[in-house]
């Protein structure tokens, strides 16, 4: 079974960026997606990427802002944060798709220990 290790949150001010990292303990041949939850809240998809790279898909809330990538040879994939709110501090995270192109919020089933991600106002 693969292993989902993120990275990168933190404290960050209102408009600052935060860029996290999700590595797998092996190749993985499956789109890779991010989730946050927040207290009290349920968990929520944020963003998801295709095996390729050729397809994303995000939630409304964080359009414009956020931006999913990966990189196959390193296996990991990144969530790049940019004009933080404080409506975005949750822990986040890394999910591993259950085929190469789904990249919608059922199509995942597996999901890493998390990052805290923190934004000040």
């Known amino acids: 079974q693969v292993q989902l290790v993120e990275s990168g949150g933190g404290l960050v001010q209102a408009g600052g960026s935060l860029r996290l990292s999700c590595t797998t303990s092996?190749?993985?041949?499956?789109?890779m997606g991010w989730f946050r939850q927040a207290p009290g809240k349920e968990r929520e998809f944020v963003a998801a990427i295709s095996w390729s790279g050729g397809t994303t898909n995000y939630a409304n809330s964080v359009k414009g802002r956020f931006t999913i990538s990966r990189d196959n040879a390193k296996n990991t994939v990144y969530l790049q944060m940019n004009s933080l709110k404080p409506e975005d501090t949750a822990v986040y995270y890394c999910a591993i798709g259950k085929r190469p192109s789904g990249v919608g919020e059922a199509d995942f089933g597996s999901w890493g220990q998390g990052t805290q991600v923190t934004v000040s106002s």
């Open positions: 092996g190749r993985s041949f499956s789109s």
